[in-house]
């Protein structure tokens, strides 16, 4: 039996599990946290990323290695592919970790992205935005996710507090792009070369945190759809990906711009597991097995909407018709992700009409913008 | 976190933790087997089913017991039952241990069944036959599943051979039903009242162990679905049951018998995961939880095909368009049930050439009668 090694045991590798099981997999999930939500569904290593020894007994006991969190640091992931296959390859994780060698990769591959400059001293903040003008978005190159360690730029006065901030380590300073609105296209590559991709999703965040995604994407046409699989394609390729990779993706005056990867399956993709006839999760467990894989079509009209923070009453969620329900085993706390509702209706208008029910149970007047 | 005991760590066992774990359940399960494949999916109490010290070690570490397994001693249904809710009742595994009980509830309840006689001595044989008639089957009262324990009698001279097999334990002798084709019925009920129906399931059996469901059943029309609803509904109130109840049928003359029941998620019900709003194992969660039932419509038409005593590759399975796989995670063994595959599509045309597919795959000529 094959035993997939999983760095990161948080929702995703618990719902990659899930995924697996009927695959004929086991799972060994390797984490810094020994209260990480995937270890009730494998085995769980509870060691730092560092640890050499802890990293090497891990390879021992896996066939192959794959990560579900993105800072897993990329020395750790390179030590374990010395002695067996990781997949997506490190390079993908090195780059998505880095927003200017991914904004820089976009860049080379004419994938569009917003404007962007390196910041390093204060100085260069001063000759970045001479560059790139204001509005703009200061960010870390590293370590950055749901909104953390950004700082948006809208006078000359907001430079100094923002560098005092975040400054003192690698930054990017990014121009404002007045989007319309967010997709994101997440797409699988195999071992053998084959792609697949899911229809385009519509995302709203919140407080910088994914609040409700949309698939297909409404009013989303061929030629959009196809933009953004060139998109993805171009990326698979060029880092000899294997695994499933999502990217972030800003509609702009009918262009689309990428803002960033992640060389992982991703949140938006999570209305996959009942929306599509195969999920995100076993497409990606496919992929690095080299199996063949499965159909992205979908069947009906999906809504994602993230629980966070808070869990709503589960009879109230499961009360309506169709919802689908997914608690990750995670104690509550303030802007964690702590699970999601999925909808799938055949038609757009019987999905707002569910999607209002949730807002309801969730207390807020409206999901969307 | 909500744990549920679950008696018996089989297929059955995994796929309900599959289907819990995104409810945010917890699972722990009992079995005699150390290798039991629920293992991997929470934790395991390996012990016999009269180790009263591990029972009720057992049932301090849940929230409440289910079974997946049906030959879970009553007496130990009934001693956890002191200690922690179990459900379904113990009183309905009670009855569906045994086929005098079984069929005298039916006959109760107004239920057709075959004819049907007690047998326990050889006096009782002849008896028996004289009542019912050749060909009738001899079967053992308690502990027969997949055809085992059974004898068909067919001449006079076959009665004291079928006798000198099985007798010596409580046997029933069932009038031999040319019927027209095998159904099956599977219900839930809440531990609030709230029922739910799957729609009407037809079986193809080999050597007495299922080898296909289609679902819905073809040419089944509402009046059919409507006898089947009716029976499951009368037997669910008769038990006061909560949980998933399975109700193996025969259709004959335009009427429905009931052959059997088994008081657990079933054999026949697996196409619901992929091929129902809401699968029996979600639906067999939510009801002895006491949440809202799911939807039981469908997304389609759906055949299940076990997996016995090989396992096909799975690239060559999952090269399928819309191929579902589920292996088990369980040595090969002849006449095992390995793991199934699924397969949904929107009409019955293509739903044929996919089985011509998975057939081909199994090395068989078809896979109906």
Redesign the interface.
Known sequence: ?TVVGVLGAGQLG?MLA?AG????L??EFFDENAEAPAG???GLTVAGWADRAALDAFSGAVDLVTYEFENVPVAAAERLATRVPVFPPPKALDVAQDRLKEKSLFRRLDIGTAPFATVDTRVDLDSAVAEIGLPSVLKTRTQGYDGKGQRVLRRGEDLDPAFAAIGGRPLILEGFVPFERELSIIAARSRTGETAYWPLIENVHRDGILRLSIAPASGADDALADEAAAIAARTLEALDYVGVLAIELFQHEGRLLANEMAPRVHNSGHWTIEGA?TSQFENHL?AIL???L??TGT?GVSAMVNLIGE?PD??AV??I??A??????KPARPGRKL?HVTLVEPERATLESALARIASILHEPTLSR
């Open positions: 039996m618990r899930l099981y009927p695959l004929g086991r799972f009730h569904l494998g006839k496919r080299g199996l063949p499965g159909a069947t869990t589960s009879a499961l009360a018709d169709g689908h329900l997914h608690l990750y085993g699970g």
